[in-house]
Nanobody, 125 residues
Framework: QVQLVESGGGLVQAGSSLRLSCAASGLTFSVRALGWFRQAPAKEREFVAAITWSDRSTYYADSVKGRFTVSGDNAKKTVLLQMNSLKAEDTAVYYC??????????????????WGQGTQVTVSE
């Protein structure tokens, strides 16, 4: 059974950095990618970043390009999200997800079959 456990969230000031970690277990061979999504209060869940297992291709939402970096360690089955220059609008619950998205559908939450419980990131002004 696939399990995803996020860690690393917290309360920081604007301009600071945080690193989120997602520990994955029970991944099947069919899982192509791990992604990060976030959901702020009263807003829909939105795509943040993703990485493919096969060739480590990375994908980012426009709102985080140049500030966030996603990386993966196949041996440790861990995916990291390094978040720099954080802004108040980055405040949300961040979720790790695993699934079988095609490269043209990496940003679609519906393409990910497995989800973690989420970790809160709060950025104060």
């Amino acid at each position: 059974q696939v399990q995803l456990v996020e860690s690393g969230g917290g309360l920081v000031q604007a301009g600071s950095s945080l690193r989120l970690s997602c520990a994955a277990s029970g991944l099947t061979f069919s899982v192509r990618a791990l992604g990060w999504f976030r959901q702020a209060p009263a807003k829909e869940r939105e795509f943040v970043a993703a990485i493919t297992w096969s060739d480590r291709s990375t994908y980012y939402a426009d709102s985080v390009k140049g500030r966030f970096t996603v990386s993966g360690d196949n041996a440790k089955k861990t995916v990291l999200l390094q978040m720099n220059s954080l802004k108040a609008e980055d405040t949300a619950v961040y979720y790790c997800a695993a699934g079988t998205p095609l490269r043209t559908r990496m940003s679609l939450a519906s393409e990910y079959q497995y989800w973690g419980q989420g970790t809160q990131v709060t950025v104060s002004e």
